[in-house]
C-alpha cells in the first residue's frame, strides 16, 4: 500500500528532472539517491522504486536525452535528403540549437568527465556522429567528391568539434540561444562554406 502511494505521488519523469539538475550543477560524484531525493523532499527509499541504483538512473537520462537529438537528427535526414547542403547545414543549425536549449542535457550526455559514466553514453554518442558523418557524405557524393573516405575520416570530426566548442564555449559562459543565435547561423555559414 505505502509503495502505491508513492508511486502515484512520485514517477520516473519527476525524478529525473531533479537528477538531471543534481548531476548537471553538481556532477555525478557529489550527487547521491539521497541528495536526489532531499531536493524534492522524499526520503531517498522512494527513490528505489524506480531504480536500483544511482548509476541506473543516470544511464535513463543518457537514453532519454540522446533518444531526443537523435529523434531529431532522423527527421532532418528524411526532410532533406537529397539536398546534401541544406542537410548539412539544417543538421548543424539544430545541433546548436539543442546543445544551448538544453544545457544540462547535452552536459550530461557530451561534458561529463567521469570516467566510469563516459561509458554510458559511447553508444548513444557514436549514433549521433554516424548521422552527422551520413550528412556531410550525402554532401561529398552530391559534389562529385573524389576520395571521399579519406575525406570522411577527418571532416566530420572537424565539423563537429566546431559546433561542441561552440556550445562548451557558451554554456561556460551561461548564454542562451537567444543570445548567440545570429552568431551560431554565422558559424554554420562559415563552417558550409569552409567544406
Not at 547521491?32 to 548509476?55: D, P, Q, T, V
Not at 533518444?67 to 543549425?93: C, F, N, P, W
Amino acid at each position: 500500500m505505502a509503495r502505491k502511494a508513492v508511486e502515484q505521488e512520485l514517477n520516473r519523469d519527476i525524478i529525473l528532472n531533479v537528477a538531471r539538475e543534481q548531476f548537471a550543477s553538481k556532477g555525478y560524484a557529489a550527487v547521491s539517491m539521497r541528495s536526489i531525493a532531499n531536493a524534492m523532499g522524499y526520503s531517498h527509499g522512494s527513490l528505489y522504486y524506480h531504480f536500483k541504483e544511482k548509476a541506473e538512473l543516470f544511464y535513463a537520462l543518457v537514453k532519454q536525452d540522446f533518444k531526443v537529438l537523435l529523434g531529431r537528427q532522423k527527421e532532418i535526414i528524411a526532410q532533406h535528403a537529397g539536398d546534401g547542403q541544406t542537410l548539412l547545414r539544417v543538421m548543424m543549425s539544430e545541433f546548436l540549437k539543442f546543445g544551448l536549449q538544453n544545457r544540462n542535457q547535452y552536459e550530461i550526455m557530451f561534458l561529463l568527465k567521469d570516467a566510469d559514466l563516459q561509458r554510458y553514453s559511447r553508444t548513444e554518442q557514436a549514433q549521433v556522429f554516424e548521422l552527422f558523418s551520413a550528412a556531410v557524405a550525402e554532401l561529398l557524393r552530391e559534389r562529385g567528391e573524389e576520395d571521399i573516405q579519406r575525406k570522411l575520416y577527418t571532416l566530420p570530426w572537424s565539423l563537429f568539434m566546431s559546433l561542441h566548442g561552440f556550445i562548451t564555449y557558451c554554456i561556460r559562459f551561461n548564454q542562451c540561444y537567444e543570445e548567440v543565435e545570429k552568431l551560431a547561423r554565422e558559424h554554420v555559414d562559415f563552417l558550409c562554406r569552409s567544406i
